[in-house]
């Protein structure tokens, strides 16, 4: 089955940048997601890729994918200390019910230290 | 920006009773979602629901599980029996259908079975 892996944890100083990794197995994924959840909150959609880019970048936030080692990476750029959050890699591919299906990785905690 | 929405936030329950997560989709979106998150680990695909029937379930979705599209607006999961495992965060998402078709996550239901 799909699977979707993170490191669970990263730390990183106010003002520099984060990188956050994430692999995944599913040859076949459409779309390649970022999502955001800060505590006690849902889940906030943050960006996501079409499996046929490299890269896509929306102010602060890059993302890069290497489909052949299907490897996607986050990178924020002057990291603040309201990024501290939990970052949700996910991926999706269609399935037979017309819809996107998301499997979600487990979770990298950012930590930003002021 | 529309969103949706979930009651209660938090839901408190005994072993055993019967429990009702209520979610108000997008009005335009066609596809609704359930997922589940039990603490510290990952988010968990349980079920989704197009044209007042399931599209597909998850092993996690067994017979203790229902949803529900009651009326227009709501899309309901209910939980027959609850035990003590089924405490987790369930996020409702809604999209509007195939293609881009990004799922909008709810702020989630915090579910504590006791």
């Known amino acids: 089955g799909e699977d979707v892996e993170q490191s669970l944890f990263l730390s990183v100083r106010e003002g520099d940048s984060s990188v956050i990794n994430c692999t995944y197995t599913?040859?076949?994924?459409?779309?390649l997601y970022w999502y955001k959840q800060e505590p006690g909150a849902g889940l906030q959609l943050l960006t996501y890729?079409?499996?046929?880019?490299d890269m896509k970048q929306d102010q602060r936030l890059t993302v890069l994918l290497n489909k052949k080692d299907k490897h996607l990476s986050l990178r924020i750029a002057d990291t603040q200390t309201g990024d501290s959050a939990i970052y949700f890699c996910a991926e999706s591919r269609m399935n037979s019910g017309g819809y996107q299906k998301v499997t979600f990785g487990t979770g990298t905690k950012l930590q930003v230290i002021p | 920006e529309p969103e949706v929405t979930q009651t209660p936030s938090h839901q408190v329950t005994q072993m055993g009773q019967e429990v009702i997560l209520r979610c108000v989709p997008i009005?335009?979106?066609?596809?609704f979602y359930w997922y589940r998150q039990i603490l510290g680990q990952k988010v968990e695909f349980l079920v989704s629901f197009y044209n007042n029937e399931i599209s597909e379930k998850s092993e996690i979705f067994d017979d203790q599980f229902s949803v529900e599209r009651p009326d227009g607006s709501n899309f309901t999961l209910k939980i027959r029996s609850t035990k003590l495992e089924d405490s987790a965060m369930y996020f409702c998402?809604?999209?509007?259908?195939?293609?881009?078709?990004?799922?909008?996550f709810g702020p989630g239901t915090r579910l504590t079975v006791t």
């Open positions: 890729i079409f499996s046929n880019m």
């Open positions: 998402a809604s999209s509007e259908g195939t293609g881009v078709n990004e799922q909008y």
């Open positions: 599913d040859s076949s994924s459409t779309y």
């Open positions: 009005s335009n979106h066609l596809y």
